[in-house]
């Protein structure tokens, strides 16, 4: 009898297991997202702080805020009773690189226990420009980076502030801070071999013209898909007096966009702590694994 078979390592989960890059896994896949970043370098006049920032719109707070060790202990247990799981995604519930080292450090824990699996982020993409070679040495397969226009104009109606490091900018600075950000770090995870998605958010009156221009920038720079999300006006913020886009506007949107790039359609807008297939709602059980895993 061979006693020294080596080790069986798990087959690696393949591009074509993400549920959202993917729509033919939806179905078939899992995700969870680990809710380890809870700060915002940014200030969008449609997010209330409580907002999953990978959705950017959808008013869905995460229950809790875990650390890096227990956001690796949660993704063991969340192993155990989802065996289809295939991604482990961080979501916010702010900017996963405005909180680089809790972002950085669960996701080195998830691969040294997880090897197999995808790992995947979003950002603004203000500070994930200096953080690129350490998504390469993770291998950090797929990234979201929300750009909703190419004017910084435009922006500075967007973001109420943009802070990099201790100064704090505003208006045509501001965008145009956060848009060269945004291509740098589209154009460095593009060399580095990255699936790269945009999220544009489609404000009537602010970004809805500009969308062609957007997937156009984007596709000269690589990204991989796009996904136009509609604004989830909410009470309270700049933003929440306006209208939502209707679904022509919507629709003609994505037409515009189309002729650039692959367009998602079938993003749920989920929560920080989602798990699950996408179209799951966190049940009870979901929430109290959840919970245990601040203890
Ligand atoms: Fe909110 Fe995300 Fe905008 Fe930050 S980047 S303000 S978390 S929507
Ligand atoms: Fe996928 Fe959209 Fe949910 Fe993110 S928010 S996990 S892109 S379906």
């Known amino acids: 009898v061979a006693t020294d078979l080596a080790p069986v390592t798990p087959t690696r989960k393949l591009f074509s297991d993400h549920p959202c890059f993917d729509e033919a896994a939806r179905m078939r896949t899992s ?16 997010c209330n702080r409580k907002f999953d920032c990978f959705s950017e719109s959808r008013p869905g707070v995460s229950s809790v805020v875990l650390t890096p060790e227990q956001a690796a202990d949660y993704v063991d247990t969340v192993r155990a009773d989802y065996p289809n799981l295939a991604v482990v995604g961080i979501a916010g519930p702010g900017d996963p690189f405005a909180n680089a080292d809790k972002t950085l450090r669960t996701f080195e824990l998830v691969r040294q226990r997880h090897p197999d699996l995808l790992l995947c982020t979003s950002s603004n993409g203000l500070e994930l420009a200096h953080h690129l070679d350490e998504v390469a040495q993770l291998d950090i397969s797929h990234i979201t980076v929300t750009m909703s226009t190419v004017d910084p104009d435009v922006a500075a109606k967007i973001y109420r502030w943009v802070r ?3 100064q704090v900018y505003r208006g045509r600075e501001a965008g145009e801070l956060l848009l060269s950000r945004q291509i740098e770090s589209i154009k460095g995870l593009k060399a580095r071999g990255v699936t790269v998605k945009i999220n544009t958010i489609l404000v009537p009156g602010v970004t809805l013209d500009g969308i062609a221009e957007v997937a156009k920038l984007a596709r000269e720079l690589g990204v991989d898909i796009m996904n136009n999300l509609p604004l989830y006006p909410v009470d309270g913020t700049p933003f929440g007096e306006l209208l939502a886009p209707s679904p022509e506007q919507i629709a003609r949107a994505r037409r515009d966009a189309e002729q650039y790039l692959p367009q998602m359609t079938h993003c749920q807008r989920c929560r920080a702590d989602a798990v699950g297939l996408l179209d799951d709602e966190n049940d009870q059980t979901a929430m109290d694994r959840l919970l245990a895993a601040r203890k």
């Open 31 to 46: 995700r969870v997202h680990l809710p380890v970043a809870p700060r915002c370098n940014v200030q969008c006049n449609y």
């Open 164 to 166: 990099d490091g201790r």
